[in-house]
Each structure stands twice: as structure tokens, then as C-alpha cells.
Nanobody, 121 residues
Framework: QVQLVESGGGLVRAGGSLRLSCAAS????????MGWYRQAPGKQRELVAD???????NYADSVKGRFTISRDNAKKTVYLQMNSLKPEDTFVYYC???????????????WGQGTQVTVSS
């Protein structure tokens, strides 16, 4: 089993910055793509950004130029630096990691518990 623990959410004024962290722990064999998603109540979860094990990144259009995703493979941690925050960035942010254990060729997704980000105007 893999556990993901997020931190760094909170309340910030528009134009401010926050940095989210997500650390993976447990029986880790092969961590693949890690990413951040966000979800509003009653809405579908949407991709914010993800990063492959070799550092290739992908961003939602709405955050390009403002958010930066990075990872530290030695620490098994993924980060999301969020700058120039807007009220419409207010969501619960979830970390996701794709992991394959040593006994299976099929990877599976793991999710963190979510962290609230609130941007006031």
C-alpha cells in the first residue's frame, strides 16, 4: 500500500502564493507520474498539473504561467508552487500518484486526502 500525505494548503489573498507538498510513503516499488487535481463541491475532479518520473510536465491551460509542478524522487515528494493566485483557484486540491508494485505489471492510482486552498478577493 502507498500513502500520500498533502500539506501546504490554506487561505491567501488574491495575488499571493502557496506551495503544496505531497509525500508518498509505504511499500513503494515504482512511482510513476505524480500530479495535482482539484475539485469543487458537486463537480468533477480536474487535472491541474502532473509530472512524469523523468520530469515531463503537463498543465491545465488555466494555470499555465502561474503554477509550477516539481518532484524530488529521492524524497518521493511532489510539489505545486502556486503564484498569482485568483479567487477562482479556490478548490480542494488532491495529490495523485501512479504506482506499480513488484508483483504486478499493472499500475494503480493512489490519492491523498485533499487540502483546501482558499483565495480571497
Amino acid at each position: 500500500q502507498v500513502q500520500l500525505v498533502e500539506s501546504g494548503g490554506g487561505l491567501v489573498r488574491a495575488g499571493g502564493s502557496l506551495r503544496l507538498s505531497c509525500a508518498a510513503s509505504g511499500s513503494i516499488f515504482s512511482l510513476g507520474t505524480m500530479g495535482w487535481y482539484r475539485q469543487a463541491p458537486g463537480k468533477q475532479r480536474e487535472l491541474v498539473a502532473d509530472i512524469s518520473s523523468v520530469g515531463s510536465t503537463n498543465y491545465a491551460d488555466s494555470v499555465k504561467g502561474r503554477f509550477t509542478i516539481s518532484r524530488d524522487n529521492a524524497k518521493k515528494t511532489v510539489y505545486l508552487q502556486m503564484n498569482s493566485l485568483k479567487p477562482e483557484d479556490t478548490f480542494v486540491y488532491y495529490c495523485k500518484a501512479v504506482h506499480r508494485n513488484r508483483y504486478s505489471a499493472t499500475p494503480r492510482d493512489y490519492w491523498g486526502q485533499g487540502t483546501q486552498v482558499t483565495v480571497s478577493s
